[in-house]
């Protein structure tokens, strides 16, 4: 993959490097939103979407970044108290989202880089009446993956729904929304799915939006059952980022000629490979690094390395950059202990090493 910036090929975990192909994709003419191609443009969409999110649901197409559809799920979620699962700065945002929209929030925080627990969640949900949690998939500040299906099972046990944030892991982490019987899952454009910042996507069981329908105050823009009345004509509700859904047409296609599990496939590899790589350099070089994930629950699209205390974050990437590689340094309180790999998107295991090399070079010197 070449690289697309004058910063250098990017492994930030979002945005994360867009292939010329789909830059190209966006040179296509405006057309009208309220017609026949762009409903036919639509219908395009939800056959490359539907399969990524492996639903028959519509898939919802929001003109907003990721935080947009987590607003919707609050919104739109039942009244009631929430418990937000907190476990990394994505999920504590969630948790923020829910306080500002005037939800009644209760924080359930394990340590950055854990996961959540069954057991302890099982006994938490039986402690205070809550109607849904929040949950992040693959905790992009940490590189946490926690275990949604069951996650999702457990609420449901109490009958809470289950709100679900996979902006980094849908498309290169394994989701099953309809098999898993999952009620909300939302997701962004720039991290796995390789687009341009600017889209999220999100699906919803019918009867989270038949429930919805019963919530006051859901507002507009992020109104799911406004979003669901309009994907069932293949139209959204207000004027779309119409660039944005030519990108996304050409990348679905290059999604589904991968297939989804091929794709997920080559993301765990390059987990795989990264974390391989944390334990070479480090007896080489003498130097602790280490995954702050635990084996187990490590996210195949991001890995958080921790530094030596004697390298900063910021110094690292910006060495890093001199050799044409863009990493992302911490993100909220581990801003200067860590840096991440965004090992996501169309990257290759061809691309990691090249990023690898790059941060091998930076610890050796
Ligand atoms: C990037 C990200 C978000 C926020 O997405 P924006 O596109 O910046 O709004 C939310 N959750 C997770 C897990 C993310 O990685």
């Given at each position: 993959?070449?690289?697309?910036?004058?910063?250098?090929?990017?492994?930030?975990?979002?945005?994360?490097?867009?292939?010329?192909?789909?830059?190209?994709?966006?040179?296509?003419?405006?057309?009208?939103?309220r017609?026949?191609e762009?409903?036919r443009?639509?219908e395009?969409?939800?056959?490359?979407?539907r399969?990524?999110?492996?639903?028959?649901?519509?898939?919802?197409?929001?003109?907003?970044?990721?935080?947009?559809?987590?607003?919707?799920?609050?919104?739109?979620?039942?009244?009631?108290?929430i418990?937000?699962?907190?476990n990394?700065?994505?999920s504590?945002?969630?948790?923020?989202?829910a306080?500002?929209?005037?939800?009644?929030?209760?924080?359930?925080?394990?340590?950055?880089?854990?996961?959540h627990?069954?057991?302890?969640?099982?006994?938490r949900?039986?402690?205070?009446?809550?109607t849904?949690?929040?949950?992040?998939?693959?905790?992009?500040?940490?590189?946490?993956?926690?275990?949604?299906?069951?996650?999702?099972?457990?609420?449901?046990?109490?009958?809470?729904?289950?709100?679900?944030?996979?902006?980094?892991?849908?498309?290169?982490?394994?989701?099953h929304?309809?098999?898993?019987?999952?009620d909300?899952?939302?997701?962004?454009?720039?991290?796995a799915?390789?687009?341009?910042?600017?889209?999220?996507?999100a699906?919803?069981?019918?009867?989270?939006?038949?429930?919805?329908?019963?919530?006051?105050?859901?507002?507009?823009?992020?109104?799911?059952?406004?979003?669901?009345?309009?994907?069932?004509r293949?139209?959204?509700p207000s004027?779309?980022?119409?660039?944005?859904?030519y990108?996304?047409?050409?990348?679905?296609k290059?999604?589904?000629?991968?297939?989804?599990?091929?794709?997920?496939a080559?993301?765990k590899?390059?987990?795989?490979?990264?974390?391989?790589?944390?334990?070479?350099?480090?007896?080489?070089?003498?130097?602790?690094?280490?995954?702050?994930?635990?084996?187990?629950?490590?996210?195949?699209?991001?890995?958080?390395?921790?530094?030596?205390?004697?390298?900063?974050?910021?110094?690292f990437t910006?060495?890093?950059?001199?050799?044409?590689?863009?990493?992302?340094?911490?993100?909220?309180?581990?801003?200067?202990?860590?840096?991440?790999?965004?090992?996501?998107?169309?990257?290759?295991?061809?691309?990691?090493?090249?990023?690898?090399?790059?941060?091998?070079?930076?610890?050796?010197?």
């Open positions: 993959m070449s690289p697309t910036t004058a910063f250098g090929t990017f492994f930030l975990p979002g945005p994360t490097e867009v292939r010329e192909e789909i830059m190209t994709a966006m040179l296509q003419p405006m057309i009208p939103h017609g026949p762009f409903e443009l639509f395009r969409l939800q056959q490359g979407l399969p990524i999110f492996k639903t028959e649901r519509p898939v919802y197409i929001s003109s907003s970044s990721g935080t947009g559809m987590m607003e919707a799920a609050i919104r739109c979620a039942p009244s009631g108290r418990l937000c699962l907190v990394g700065a994505f504590e945002r969630f948790a923020h989202i306080s500002m929209c005037g939800r009644d929030v209760d924080r359930y925080e394990v340590a950055w880089g854990q996961v627990a069954i057991p302890q969640l099982d006994e949900l039986s402690m205070r009446k809550y849904a949690i929040t949950v992040v998939h693959s905790e992009t500040s940490t590189g946490a993956l926690n275990d949604v299906r069951a996650i999702s099972d457990c609420a449901h046990r109490h009958s809470i729904a289950c709100l679900i944030d996979s902006v980094s892991g849908l498309g290169g982490a394994e989701l929304f309809d098999e898993w019987k999952l909300y899952v939302l997701t962004g454009s720039q991290k799915l390789a687009l341009p910042p600017g889209l999220s996507f699906a919803a069981s019918a009867s989270f939006i038949d429930r919805a329908n019963g919530t006051h105050d859901r507002g507009v823009y992020f109104d799911l059952v406004e979003l669901d009345a309009y994907a069932r293949n139209q959204t004027t779309p980022a119409l660039t944005l859904f990108a996304l047409e050409a990348q679905a290059s999604i589904a000629a991968e297939g989804l599990e091929t794709r997920w080559r993301h590899a390059m987990a795989v490979r990264t974390q391989e790589w944390i334990t070479k350099i480090s007896d080489e070089t003498g130097k602790k690094l280490g995954n702050i994930a635990p084996l187990g629950s490590q996210s195949p699209t991001v890995s958080t390395i921790r530094l030596p205390s004697d390298t900063p974050a910021e110094a910006a060495a890093v950059a001199k050799h044409g590689i863009v990493v992302g340094a911490g993100y909220g309180k581990l801003k200067s202990s860590t840096f991440r790999i965004g090992h996501m998107g169309d990257h290759t295991m061809e691309s990691l090493e090249r990023c690898l090399a790059a941060c091998s070079s930076v610890l050796r010197s």
